[in-house]
């Protein structure tokens, strides 16, 4: 059995980071990612992000997922990657077993930090399962990683920040987005982002949403409707529009099933994306030496994530005898800097939700 | 349909891969993954439903929702959104759960 004394789950923004402030404390970790490659979704963000310097605002994501990676690869010796690779068990004391290709792995830990991410809900309404029905971010892998298009006209449920952006990513590809539907009365996301779209003519349908997909084999058109303030289909006011792909982006829900699994106490928090863990205010689980990170715990953005991950990367390493040299110092940053990025009325949800979840 | 021009991301040719679907001899590219490789063929429908074996194509491209799972290399039940496509690959679609298969 390997023996390693940190195990990280997820090489997304959040496991990254927490492997480089481990091993800047000088703890040894292994990171496990399911993808054939690190970088969790920053990989597919080309827009800049917000926040401050330290999250690296006005970079675009695809230069984060570098930064990021290339942080981690400073540490060769402290910090090993395992990629095409999935955790099969995890139990309670500490072995985790993964498979990687055909290869069943055991490794015995001490700590583990899980930080799995996100993935994107779905919408029930008829044929909700037609092929070109896709998450946004589903389309946004497949135009920004791989160039290719979902197809030519589309139609985006949700005017959150990832429907608004991922629509105007979908222009910049050369796709023609006929509209944006929105179930509530207001804007989902940030002016900012409304405001790119409007100027290209296209139009946000607030009080909207679809009620039908049509198509054979795959999707061919769909029938959209008002809502009324009790967000019921108002009789009359259907639609149909005829799209080849539709994009579903009404929200992300944690990946928290491994944290199920070991039996973690766990809460359904709406706010924070669906079933999250109880945590204390360093992260830890209420398994010990069980930690998590990221949207796991709290969907949020992918900077709130980065600061997750140092943080409990830092809290981990003096955990098992590996304090940093300026770990009071790099401790109180980080917390402020959370403290930063949930500030403000749009946090106002968030900071609740996270309330909930203290231990 | 491939992205040729786009203002900020560069897609530059990259090495074709020969890979075969279904029986036909398709193409596609390195750092492809198989469904992202059908995708720009047309191809959108990947796996079917168990029960009523209605179409399913790929919903979260993270290997996370399971619509996209086909045959490759005779191994049933592959998410094709996260596996990389390779040269000379066999991708079948699939219609039943899977049956079992001798790993190499």
Known sequence: MKQIDLVIIGGGPAGLSAAKMAAESGLASLIVERNFNVGGQLVKQTHMFFGSEKQYAKTRGIDIAKILVDDVLKFPDLIEIMTDTSVVGLYKDKVVTLLQKEKYIKVKTNAIIIATGASEKVLAFENNDLPGIYGAGAVQTLMNVHGVLPGNDVVMVGSGNIGLIVSYQLIQAGVNVKCVLEAASTIGGYKVHASKLKRLGVDILTSHSIKKAIGKNYLEKIVIGKLDDKWKFIEGTEEEIEVDSLCISVGLSPLSNLLSMIGVDMKYVSTLGGLVPLIDKNHETSIKNIFVAGDVCGVEEASSAIVEGYLTGLVVAEKLGFKHPNYDELYLDFKDQLHNLRSGPFGEKLRLGLQEIMR | ?104
């Open chain 2, 1 to 104: 349909m491939r992205i040729k021009e786009h203002p900020i991301l560069k897609f530059e040719e990259k090495k074709k891969l020969s890979f075969f679907f279904d029986g036909k001899e398709v193409y596609g590219y390195e750092g492809d993954t198989v469904a992202s490789a059908l995708h720009a063929l047309g191809v959108k429908v990947l796996s079917h439903s168990i029960e009523l074996h209605r179409p399913r194509g790929f919903y979260c491209a993270i290997g996370n929702c399971s619509s996209c799972m086909m045959i490759v290399d005779g191994k049933p039940n592959v998410k094709t959104c996260v596996t990389q496509l390779l040269e000379n690959m066999v991708v079948k679609t699939q219609v039943n759960k899977g049956d079992i298969y001798e790993a190499n």
